[in-house]
Every structure is written in structure tokens, then in C-alpha cells.
């Protein structure tokens, strides 16, 4: 496709409840990241890859947050056992090196909206 | 945490006038990026300033840098009631780590 992907683009879970949120990159990036917003706030850095390796993973505040990239393309943020406080969307970003080099642009998809109940 | 904060946190001005955001932010950087969100929408890059460069204009955009102060300002000239939307600064810190910290926002409305 052309731009970012990301699905689904709403999720209501119960707490206590498993979710996964998908990301499909710009076919070619190198560099996929996960954001967290809040509702009137910021973008919150979670992690990032570059190709299959997760370079930073600072971001993510707990253990139940878990990210991969398993081929270096598509990208899964797992959350488990979802408390009320994991409310918020989850925003995917991708970005070429030459992109990086001379724009400093990241692509951003529509994200995430995870509501839990 | 947020690298940044942004001043105001929400401004409305008339259509046609000029709309000006404030960026502060805490430590030495790289880079400095504004984006713009739309109620719903992902962010959308606008423009970057690296920490070399005072000034850099991009169509009805003009934004500068202090690196002394550790602020940048977004001028936004003519606006037009489509510029309504959220913007935020973005730092880069790290040479070696490619993420970019963003600030708190502000929401801009335009009247027509």
C-alpha cells in the first residue's frame, strides 16, 4: 500500500484481556516504531526496529508490553492482561535511511484506538 | 516522558492571520521536527531543523531554533481555516538512536 497501515483501527477489550495491534510499514523501510498518545497529549516513544532487531525497547512501561518483527516487515504490539490505564492510540511510524538522512521524516499511520473496559 | 512542551497549549485566531507555537525542550539535540495531527488522523511531518541552523522556511511555514535557550517557535503566515489541527515538536537526540521525542502540543483553530 502506500502509506502505513494499521489494524484494527478500534478495539474494545475487557481487562484482563489479551490484544494485539498490527502494523504494516511502507514496503522498504527500514525503521518501524511504536507510539503511545494519550487523549490530549503527546506521542509516547515505546520502541523501535530497525529491520527484525529491536534496537530500543525504553519506551515500553511494563512487561505485559511486548513488540516484534519477526521478518523485518510487518510488526505486532502485543499487550496482555490489558488494564483500564493501557487506554490510549497506539500509533505505528516507518521511515527510509534517506528519508531519515535528509527529511527526518517518520510516516505515520492512523493508528490504534484501544478502549478498555 | 516528554521531551518538549509546548506554548500555548491551545490557541484560536482569526482566518488570515499569522499562528505562532512555542517549543521548549530539555536537552542537547540533533534535530528538531514539527509534525501536524488531525482530530483522528496519524502526524504528519511539516518540517525539520537541524541543531546547526537558526532559521528554515518552508512555504507558509517558518520556523526557527535556539539552541541557547533550547526552544523553537512554528510560524504559521495566511492561515487558512484547513490548517486547523494539532502540532507538535519532535527532538532527536542520538546519533545512534533513531526515535524522536515529542512534546504536549497545541491546538490550533482557525475561524473563518
Known amino acids: 500500500g502506500a502509506g502505513v497501515s494499521q489494524s484494527p483501527r478500534y478495539k474494545v477489550a475487557k481487562r484482563g484481556q489479551d490484544v494485539a495491534l498490527r502494523c504494516d510499514p511502507i514496503?522498504?523501510?527500514?525503521?518501524l516504531f511504536w507510539y503511545q498518545q494519550a487523549l490530549g497529549q503527546g506521542p509516547e516513544f515505546l520502541t523501535y526496529f530497525q529491520n527484525e532487531a529491536q534496537l530500543d525497547k525504553s519506551g515500553l512501561p511494563s512487561d505485559r508490553f511486548f513488540a516484534e518483527r519477526p521478518e523485518g516487515s510487518v510488526s505486532t504490539l502485543k499487550i496482555q492482561r490489558t488494564q483500564q490505564e493501557d487506554s490510549a492510540v497506539y500509533l505505528c511510524?516507518?521511515?527510509?535511511?534517506?528519508?531519515?538522512?535528509?527529511?527526518?521524516?517518520?510516516?505515520f499511520g492512523e493508528g490504534s484506538r484501544l478502549t478498555v473496559l | 516522558s516528554q521531551q518538549g512542551e509546548e506554548d500555548p497549549q491551545a490557541l484560536s485566531i482569526q482566518e488570515g492571520e499569522n499562528a505562532t507555537m512555542n517549543c521548549s525542550y530539555k536537552?542537547?539535540?540533533?534535530?528538531l521536527q514539527w509534525y501536524r495531527q488531525n482530530s483522528g488522523r496519524g502526524l504528519v511531518h511539516l518540517i525539520l531543523i537541524r541543531s546547526n541552523e537558526r532559521e528554515k522556511h518552508s512555504g507558509r511555514l517558518r520556523v526557527t531554533l535556539d539552541t541557547s535557550k533550547k526552544s523553537s517557535s512554528l510560524l504559521i503566515t495566511a492561515s487558512r481555516a484547513a490548517d486547523t489541527a494539532s502540532y507538535f515538536c519532535a527532538t532527536e537526540v542520538d546519533f545512534g538512536n533513531e526515535k524522536l521525542t515529542f512534546g504536549t502540543g497545541t491546538r490550533l483553530t482557525i475561524i473563518p
Open positions: 511510524a516507518s521511515s527510509f535511511p534517506w528519508d531519515r538522512k535528509n527529511t527526518g521524516e517518520l510516516f
Open positions: 536537552t542537547s539535540i540533533n534535530n
Open positions: 514496503s522498504g523501510h527500514v525503521s
